[in-house]
């Protein structure tokens, strides 16, 4: 399959919350998706299929020299094919070359395939915060890319 990652753009919006929608209980709207573009400290990502269709997405938000990953979600039948890798690496890419201090996201603790992805991709468990979510009830596992540059060499 073939798609390409590029910057989000408010003509993506109705795609990318019919993804929130399928992918969760509490999707955000098109508002708050409209919002997050606005916002000069967050950045957004979708993966585009070769016909326009948005096969997934990846939200990002900087603080200081810190990233929080805000949502990553990719449409049920476009799961394991390495989209949500790509997007996590773009982000990483970013936060290399902006030297952030690190990458985090909250994932639900039932998400195994998520958590086995993310730990896949170098993110470890760094909290847990209790009852984050709503519907259902559950907690959330913090999970946290940390970028140490003392001992990491860049590769030209």
């Known amino acids: ?69 805000t949502n990553i979600a990719v449409r049920p039948e476009y799961r394991r094919q390495g989209i949500a890798a790509d997007l996590l690496g773009v982000f990483e890419n970013f936060a290399r070359g902006n030297r952030l201090a690190f990458l985090t996201l909250e994932v639900r603790a039932s998400n195994t395939a998520a958590r086995a992805l993310y730990e896949k991709l170098g993110y470890t468990q760094a909290g847990t915060r209790h009852n984050y979510y709503e519907h259902p009830k559950e907690d959330a596992i913090i999970m946290t890319l940390e970028f140490d540059y003392d001992t990491e060499t860049v590769e030209p």
């Open 1 to 69: 399959m073939t798609y390409t990652i590029t910057l989000m753009t408010y003509d993506d919006i109705p795609q990318v919350a019919a993804i929130e929608r399928q992918c969760f209980p509490d999707p955000w709207s098109e508002r708050m998706l409209r919002e997050h573009l606005d916002n000069q400290c967050a950045a957004a990502l979708v993966a585009r299929g070769e016909d326009g269709t948005i096969l997934g997405y990846g939200g990002l938000l900087v603080v200081l020299d810190e990233g929080y990953i």
